[in-house]
């Protein structure tokens, strides 16, 4: 991953341009919130949903997978429901929302990240590569190869998860010993019991020396 | 040359000839799946994104026994978003909530299932009694932040020990005096009392929680008013339709259950439950898809669990260590509304050539949600009692463990009193020594060490019943070769599509790359629950009687355009070469292209079902592991380490070596959970957990597994099936926590009977 390119701040305009829209929707949804009468008669039109979601939200900028994005999202959304639930991208996996299970492992400027605990409003301006990221077209990245070579894995629930914590560990030094490699895995819970394939694999993308 | 179990079945004489395996190699296969798995594209039951989808939260009670007073969710339903707070008070009536003694689970457990949003009647902590549904997930959580439940308690009973007296025969017992709860009695009853050496201890198996990565999820999409989708976490698809064609009162082929993907779930996807029927009244009642995903602390009370099970075991033996007597007997908790059982045990009445056995097994209704059957189920919590105590009996007496073992092996069921139709334990107990390394183990506890660790070796062995149901799978197979099969079968992880996939291709010579196996749709035809270790037994059969029949229509397809050779030829004669069809033996051949192209076909297909035959009812079947451990125990601080792991397995054939050897190190990995950390402990002032999620509930992970050694076998039981595969995924788990508690004893001379083995109990 190029850490310069993760560092660069979005276009100051774009910020500026949707947290105008943002300011004019919410100065007239302040008028109608106002007038019970209107929200009630709103609701009855099913509208209820479009003025509580534009109420609500606050614009982020962020890249994700190498593509900008513009999103809307309520400032109590995790970072994971929103790439789940409104982005589309459920190969990040939710397995406990508490950050004890490694499932929601992405990765953030180059840096694995727990998503479940990380608030999407805190991604300003970062660059966020998922699971769906890290293949270049039909090329898997060496890591993902190695996980099918070394099955690495049964259900699949986890395997997102310790793929991109894999990768990460590499990237950390921290796959010098299968002993560190164990150590450092230790977030990423895999209950079907993969533990030892994933560390060959994780071993033979280290030997291949394979880097993000 | 086709492998051995592509032909038809042969006398038993012949079985056990191992000659009879042609061991061919073939090139074990990657996943089928494996690379929709590691790109994300794998979509689970909570990743199908329907237009307009609503959002669910479940709330749970706070207590555990007695009523709802009343509900005041004015404040939520007046949260932004939510669209609709459903109860008891407002919930649409299911029509089909199940009269009394009817059970929506195959096989079924006794009761009335859990009728969410039914009436006020609280049985258990954290059931669930209010949906909050909005326009997205957050908007549901805060919602159901804002309900508020006020209770008329009642006193709860949820402590196993506390209680024991009020336990009972379950009723499939006194309906059936055969049933594996009902009480049993081999040889002279007293038998026990007048052996020379008598051996006598109580063992605790905690609550254990399944735990699947993937949490319980649910899309229910009314698609018409009468027309059900359920995108549902669960390992039986027809199960689902079936149970929800009911619970609506509709017919079956208007309930659709897809579970295409199915992220673990170890037994806890046996059972509908109660979240899934309330997903489908939300949507029903929103007229929305509604999409609801449990929190993993509604995975400790909502979805079953392995249920905590005293146990009290005597073991008569003679000095020479002959087996003389067993006397075993089991409590185990179940849920004051459904009878929950399982075979705990079995295993005493079966492994082991003694005389007298006498088994005596109780549940004890609780104040608790039902368990379910959790892997290896009733089996792997016998097998911790009977393998620690066969391990305590040898150290007493003074004999090696695996001596006294060999001394009392039988070769025939000593409890249905028919042959095995195939037992291999002996090649175990020889591969697994040897690789564990045996003779570094002293015979005397606390003798050897490493530094300042102690060292310690122990085994254990188990078994389950080599499972087989109907089954049954469509085929087609087009001009190009490109063979397509369809199964409602489910995979939980284990590797159902790559084992038929492998099948298939044994089966007919075509490469595995040109085969597809579809699974995980109620659409697809008929097959059973992905459970008790019988998939492979059963689907794998109807893939090898489907692609036999494919073959016969080729046969008779070139035969009928003049190819004399094809005349007399059978299924097996008949193999793919690239783009030919060669008989064996035979310089006769032609090609797919040519054989379509004279009929004027474009594909051909056939739907074959394969069903368990009589020789089930003249043999005992069953699948064989053995485990073996050696463990580093800190003399000071009590810490277990599990240094090694060797699983050995008669399974029957292997079809898919590289998934069954994941299978193993899976269940081997469970088990040292079981044995050194799992433990759902319980606040019984509240009757609720205190262990409510992965940072209580300590489940292994990387740094607590070692390298695990696996070895199979791989002797094919054609007397179980055609494909000569007795099962896999719960002798993988049964028998490992007995061999870490016996490592432990003989690294520390300390005896642990109530597991987990945690520190503070070494020290």
Redesign the interface.
Known sequence: MDKNKSNKKPEKEDHQESRRDFLKASSILTAIAVAPATVAKAAEYNL??KI??A??TTPVNLTINGAKKQLAV?P??TLL?VL??QL???????????G??G?CTVHVNGQRVLSCLSLVVMQEGKEVT???GI?KGDE?HPM?KA???H?G????????GQ?MSGIACINEGHAETKED???F???????????????KAIQEVKNGGQKS | MPLAWYSPQPERQEIMNEAFFDKKEYKPL??V????????????S??Y?LPNMA?AVLVGSRIAKGTIKSIDSKAAERA??VLAVISHLNAIKVPGYQPKGEHPSEPSTNGQPLRVFFDNKIVSNDQPIVAVVA?????AQ?GASLVKIQYTKEQHKTDLEANAGDAKLAASAKKNPKSPTADYERGQKDAFESAPVKFEAEYVLPTEVH?????QSIIAHWEADNKLTVYDKVQGTKMTQKNFAKEWNIPEENVKCIAT????A?GNGLHNWPHETAAIIAAKQVKRPVKL?L??EQMFTMVGYRPRTWQKIQVGATKEGKLVAINHQSIGQTSSYEEFTESTLMQTRMMYASPSVSTRYRILPLNLATPIWMRGPGEATGAFALESAMDEVAHAIGMDPIDFRLANYTESDPDKNMPWSTKYMRECYEEGKKRIGWENRKLKPGEVRDGEWLVGYGMGTGTFGANRNSATVHAELDKEGNLVMHCAITD????TGTAMVQIASNTTGIPTDKITFHLGNSEFPNAGLQGGSSTVNSVGPAVLAACNALKEQLITMAAAKGNSAFTSAKPDDLMFDKSELQLAGKSAKTTLADLFKQNNIEKIETTNESKPDENRNKYSMNAFSMHFAMVHVHPFTGQVRVKKIVCCADAGTIVSP??A???M??????GIGMALTEDAVMDHRFGRYVTK???DYH?????D????DVYFVNKPDLLADPVGSKGLGEIAIIGVAPAIANAVFNATGKRVRELPITPDKLI
């Open positions: 209820g949903e509580s979601a109420f609500e309520e109590r959304s429901d789940r639930e589309n991208l459920t190969g990040t996996k939710k397995g406990c929302d508490y004890q299970c499932a998922t699971i769906e293949a898997l993902q996980f099918i070579k099955d894995f049964q259900c699949g629930y986890c395997t997102p793929i490699i164990k150590e895995m230790s977030g990423n819970i895999c209950r079907c019991g993969a533990y030892p394939n994933i560390v | 990657d996943r799946d494996g690379r929709l798995k590691v790109t994300g594209a794998a979509k689970y909570a990743e994104p959002f932004p978003g326009t997205s997930l957050e908007k805060f735990n699947p990565m993937e949490l993907f199915v992220g673990g170890f995903v929190t993993r939980i992880g284990p590797g590289k998934t050897e994941s299978q190190i899976g269940g081997a990995t469970g999620d992965l940072g489940v292994p992970v990387h740094a597994v070692p390298d695990i």
